[in-house]
């Protein structure tokens, strides 16, 4: 390493807290149906939390440029112009009902095209990956004491009703006298 090492660079994390929750109250929104808080902010609609954040960046002391499909940087210049520029990115926009993002994190990338692949440019290896599934279901039942009531009367939420077939899995039981089969047509197809 050449030049002088630059200072260590720390964040005060209330305050990055607080500048993080006040911008999820802008777009935010209360949803009756959850009783939660979540935030509306869809691209090209989120005109005030842009703002905010270009506020930030130039109260930070940073060179401000958007360019010509709205995307915002914030360019601060290192102490040795000749090296590579180091880059982090994020976004402000959210899907029509998101919930109020916690933005205090960083998540690395990597490029995710040919050209590091092509030149021969070994950095890392990818041993895992994240997946998200949102389902909403309904799932129907009486509710009855499991002690007195007789087996053959209850109508549980976790069972599938009396006549029906089971429901196999490693969330399930199925009863004795059950198969596992496909749900039947009175079982609510959005189990999972």
């Known amino acids: 390493m050449t030049g002088p090492t630059p200072d ?5 994390g209330h305050r990055l807290w607080q500048s993080l929750m006040g911008l999820a109250e802008i777009g935010a929104y209360d949803d009756e ?3 939660l808080r979540g935030v509306n902010r869809l691209a090209l609609t989120d005109a005030a939390g842009r703002r905010q954040v270009i506020g930030w960046m130039e109260q930070a002391g940073l060179t401000v440029r958007i360019d010509r499909m709205g995307n915002i940087y914030g360019r601060r210049e290192g102490t040795d112009p000749t ?3 180091v880059l982090t990115g994020s976004h402000i926009d959210s ?3 998101a919930g109020a993002p ?4 960083v998540e690395c990338h990597i490029e995710q095209g040919p050209v590091l692949a092509e030149n021969d440019v070994q950095i890392g290896v990818v041993t895992g990956v994240q997946g998200i599934s949102w389902q909403e279901i309904t799932i129907h039942g009486r509710a009855a004491h499991a002690g007195t009531t007789p087996t053959r009367l209850r109508a ?3 069972s599938p009703p009396p006549g029906s077939a ?3 899995g490693p969330w399930s039981t199925p009863a004795p006298t059950a198969s596992c089969a496909p749900p ?4 609510p197809s959005t189990r999972t």
């Open 83 to 85: 090296a590579a520029p």
């Open 102 to 105: 916690p933005y205090a994190y």
């Open 33 to 35: 149906r959850t009783g």
């Open 8 to 12: 260590a660079i720390t964040v005060n």
């Open 95 to 97: 899907v029509a009902t």
């Open 156 to 158: 549980d939420a976790a």
């Open 166 to 168: 089971s429901i196999c």
């Open 184 to 187: 039947s047509a009175t079982w």
